[in-house]
């Protein structure tokens, strides 16, 4: 059977030839996807060989991945908070050493290189989570926004878009002042952050969103303020939620209820938010979350290397909240292993298995978490949508074997980031072959990013 669909407008600037390709419900040899001005112009299957020009893509093509949750800065930590034991609040100190060393130009580095391992991953879009706004003991860099400019200068070279979230951050608890390593996150009010902010520009590969670092770091009376602000522009809103049991203990008795219902109560749920983690909720906290159509982005990796829990995906999902994926302090990157580690972590936590098919979990790796960072036309293979894509080699030694039908359970049950082949954004080849077409080192580039911060 063949099928042909194609949206008018200007001529294509480049065809791609997909041997298999998952068309958002199943498997499908043999297709061709035309570009024009960065978006798709028009698909056919029914192709059994590439036509004169066209790029061969050969393995299993996907829509681009979301990587709806990054702290970039984060990259630098890897394997050095492996060292010993701990919680979450002992990791946030090691955290906080490595922030208090960047400037604009080191945080460019590491961020281009860690966007370059992501796009290497097969992510063609990243939702940074910025709140390193100044420099040390908060004072202004002459240009406010010089960090989050670096980190979109930095995804830019690397080739993949970028939603940077601007992030609110006053306080270190409930009524408490920022300590000398949160000098550097905080504008120390709502309306000094949304100067701020609002002095930030976006374009084609880059949108500006907000975020609400958490509860503990935004007071109440602030929280409005900055839901307002993403209101007015229809930006994205993202907000760490329930990571810690002790950041609820803290809400309740400070303010009598759980943070989610606090978030409720001053505007801050809706359908262009997103909770990050969403670990440690009542029942009634489901439900605010999903009755407002508040996304839910959960990180696995990150999840279980701070021991931070296990958190209701399934229940959230059920009752209304749209899932999305992120990698979050990088302990890996790698958007597999997150779709695959929150169906298998669920299956430990119920003893219960398949609460998510394949192609529920590479929804919420594409198209669900390219909507929490404001692209709902993106993470599709359609005619409109941006011509965006991620290839995955079916020929390694973990995706050998299968079925071509069953690639897309190959791909998101057993494939890994190092089984990318080809990631295309805006039509344009980021990686071929397994290797990055515009940083021509990448391990090389992560390397001296990182030594850099801990000479």
């Avoid at 030839?17 to 998952?22: E, K, L, P, R, V």
């Avoid at 902010?197 to 907000?210: E, N, P, R, V, Y």
């Avoid at 602000?229 to 049991?245: C, M, N």
């Avoid at 074997?401 to 359970?409: K, S």
Wanted: charged residues 20%.
């Amino acid at each position: 059977m063949q099928l042909t669909t194609r949206a008018a407008g200007a001529p294509v600037t480049a065809t791609y030839w997909m041997d298999h390709a998952w068309l958002g419900t199943h498997v499908e040899p043999g297709v061709t996807l035309d570009v024009a001005q960065g978006r798709v112009a028009g698909i056919m299957t029914g192709v059994p060989t590439p036509p004169s020009g066209a790029t061969v893509l050969r393995g299993l093509t996907v829509p681009g991945l979301a990587n709806a949750h990054s702290h970039a800065f984060h990259r630098a930590l890897r394997a050095t908070v492996q060292v010993g034991s701990g919680t979450f609040w002992t990791w946030r100190e090691l955290m906080y050493r490595t922030a208090s060393r960047l400037t604009p130009d080191s945080y460019f580095d590491l961020a281009r290189a860690t966007y370059a391992e992501m796009a290497l991953a097969g992510i063609t879009s990243v939702g940074e989570f910025h709140y390193l706004h100044h420099a040390p003991g908060g004072t202004p860099y002459a240009n406010p926004n010089a960090m989050g400019e670096a980190l979109i200068a930095a995804a830019a070279e690397a080739g993949i878009r970028i939603t940077l979230l601007d992030t609110a951050y006053f306080a270190a608890g409930f009524g408490e002042r920022p300590t000398r390593h949160q000098l550097r996150f905080s504008d120390t009010t709502a309306d000094a952050w949304a100067e701020r902010a609002s002095l930030l520009k976006g374009d084609d590969h880059t949108l500006i969103g907000a975020a609400v670092h958490s509860v503990r770091a935004v007071p109440a009376d602030q929280l409005g303020i900055v839901a307002q602000w993403a209101g007015e522009r229809g930006a994205p809103l993202h907000v760490h939620l329930s990571e810690q049991t002790a950041e609820n203990d803290a809400c309740r008795a400070a303010h009598g209820r759980t943070p989610t219902r606090l978030l409720a109560d001053h505007g801050v749920l809706g359908p262009r938010t997103t909770g990050i983690h969403n670990t440690h909720l009542t029942d009634a906290d489901i439900e605010l979350i999903g009755s407002s159509s508040t996304g839910t982005c959960m990180c696995p990796t990150t999840e279980r290397d701070l021991a931070d829990g296990i958190g209701p995906a399934a229940a959230l999902q059920k009752a209304g909240s749209p899932l999305s994926l992120g990698s979050d302090s990088h302990a890996v990157i790698d958007l597999f292993e997150e779709a695959r580690a929150m169906e298998l972590d669920e299956r430990l936590r119920t003893h219960v298995r398949g609460h998510w098919t394949a192609a529920a979990l590479l929804r919420a790796a594409s198209a669900d978490g390219h909507a929490a960072l404001g692209r709902p036309d993106a993470g599709v293979l359609e005619p409109g949508a941006p011509a965006d894509l991620t290839t995955v080699a079916l020929d390694s030694v973990r995706t050998a074997g299968p079925e071509p039908r069953l690639a897309a359970e190959t791909v998101v049950f057993a494939a890994s980031a190092a089984d990318v082949r080809h990631t295309v954004v805006a039509g344009r080849h980021i990686v071929r072959d397994g290797r990055h077409t515009r940083i021509e080192d990448v391990p090389r580039a992560l390397a001296a990013a990182v030594a850099a911060l801990h000479s």
